[in-house]
């Protein structure tokens, strides 16, 4: 058990929909990842959130946002969704970012996103 | 443009033996790796990691071995064991100084399964 959560674990909705995945990073940590796995994939960055503030973005598309609240938990928003979509959403946690520090990312168990 | 490689999608390995895992990198900048054990429906598992200041960090059983001149990293598992089937993911990290955030870069990982 990393110590990060995610909920739910399985999450099966329609196209042009609208889901929300949640993501609760080990204590003590600061910094929130997300990460997309599509079938047969590695995992692609999406987005990074340091104390409540965004960091760094990678291939996220302009239909997801993410934010990270007061509490440091993250949420990670997907609309108008496509079938493309399907995969699985993976959100690490870290204690710090910066130069100099070597952060090792803790990752959740996922959350499966079906599209149909 | 794959800046980290893991050329071989599968390695079957007997009991006991060593089990050697590879990774190639391209961008000069990273100066952290880890590598990462997968699970199916399972989020990623930290194993070990090496900062370029160094070339070789050991685990236990594993060992993780760094050639910067080659730009390439392996995984040595000794002795293997069934219990260490599964997808096994290298990824490096280096520090985005426009952006003040460190980020992963993964490879598309390598499916060990340990015969009995």
Known sequence: DSGVTQTPKHLITATGQRVTLRCSPRSGDLSVYWYQQSLDQGLQFLIQYYNGEERAKGNILERFSAQQFPDLHSELNLSSLELGDSALYFCASSVDWRAGSQDTQYFGPGTRLTVL | ?116
């Open chain 2, 1 to 116: 443009d794959q800046q980290v490689k893991q050329n071989s999608p599968s390695l079957s390995v007997q009991e006991g033996r060593i089990s050697i895992l590879n990774c190639d990198y391209t961008n000069s900048m990273f100066d952290y790796f880890l590598w990462y054990k997968k699970y199916p429906a399972e989020g990623p598992t930290f194993l070990i990691s090496i900062s370029s200041i160094k070339d070789k960090n050991e685990d236990g059983r594993f060992t993780v071995f760094l050639n910067k001149s080659a730009k390439h990293l392996s995984l040595h598992i000794v002795p293997s064991q069934p219990g260490d089937s599964a997808v096994y993911f290298c990824a490096a990290s280096f520090f985005i100084s426009s952006g003040s955030a460190r980020q992963l870069t993964f490879g598309s990982g390598t499916q060990l399964t340990v015969l009995p």
